[in-house]
């Protein structure tokens, strides 16, 4: 009986974190269609030249990402809560920047040269530099696609990566996404920073993309020493032919 709580719980936990992928697929597919759908003549909501000045968008895009990180990463020591926190500092520039004050794109324009304007489509700077080969308002949706379709990926990626490892909290989970690679959760946290990295590159968060890779790197072998002193041989088999990061298909 003492149990039953307990598996009522866990039941809980997952249905609150599948709405949070929900909610956070939901957003990225919209901003992934909605700039498509104004680009071929039909009016969704109430488009802006200028994003800037909206900190109320910044607060809520801060809380959307960085509640899913922290939802799914489930920081419990010094360490998992420092990665964590550099995850929240990273998200919280880039969209300080994107909905708030444009930092890079003033320093790039006053400083070093280049032909960008305070607007929100000059944030896009993938689609500026595109822009000889190609119309801008396209070069900017596709870049936003690209962007929103490896977020909607490296989402999936953390929940079922996350959901297989919650529901085998006491054997060396091998099966599923850990058939193809070791570590397909940091793999999904880096890869949303480098979509967002390719939606709105900044100064700031280029300088800390290093750091973040790093530091899931480490926590990546921090993990597998303990499930080496854990499992032993079952896991020094499993990881002679599984890769930590890069998807194994053999």
Avoid: C
Avoid at 77 to 100: C, H, N, P, T, V
Avoid at 175 to 181: A, I, M, P, R, V
């Amino acid at each position: 009986m003492s149990e039953l709580p307990e598996i009522k719980m866990k039941k809980l936990r997952e249905i609150v974190l599948t709405t949070i992928l929900i909610i956070f697929v939901l957003f990225a597919l919209a901003e992934a269609i909605v700039p498509l759908l104004h680009y071929l003549g039909f009016h969704v909501g109430h488009p802006s030249v200028s994003h800037f000045g909206r900190w109320p968008l910044v607060v809520f895009y801060a809380l959307l990402f960085g509640f899913f990180v922290l939802a799914f990463a489930f920081p419990q020591d010094r360490k998992e809560w420092r990665s964590a926190g550099l995850m929240q500092g990273f998200i919280i520039a880039l969209y300080y920047e994107m909905y708030g004050f444009p930092l890079t794109v003033y320093v790039l324009s006053s400083y070093l040269g280049f032909n960008l304007t305070p607007s929100h489509g000059s944030g896009h700077v993938l689609a500026v530099v595109f822009t000889p080969f190609m119309n801008r308002a396209l070069a900017e949706i596709l870049v936003m696609m690209l962007s929103n379709l490896i977020i909607i990926s490296a989402a999936l990626l953390v929940y079922f990566g996350w959901r297989k490892v919650y529901y085998s909290p006491d054997k060396l989970v091998t099966d599923g996404l850990y058939k193809f690679l070791r570590h397909p959760q940091y793999l999904g946290f880096l890869m949303i920073t480098v979509a967002l990295l390719i939606h709105w590159p900044t100064l700031i968060t280029l300088l800390m993309w290093p750091v973040l890779l790093f530091t899931y790197v480490k926590l990546a072998k921090k993990e597998d020493q303990y499930l080496l002193e854990k499992y032993g041989k079952l896991f020094m088999d499993y990881k002679a032919k599984t890769s930590g990061f890069i998807p194994s298909f053999r």
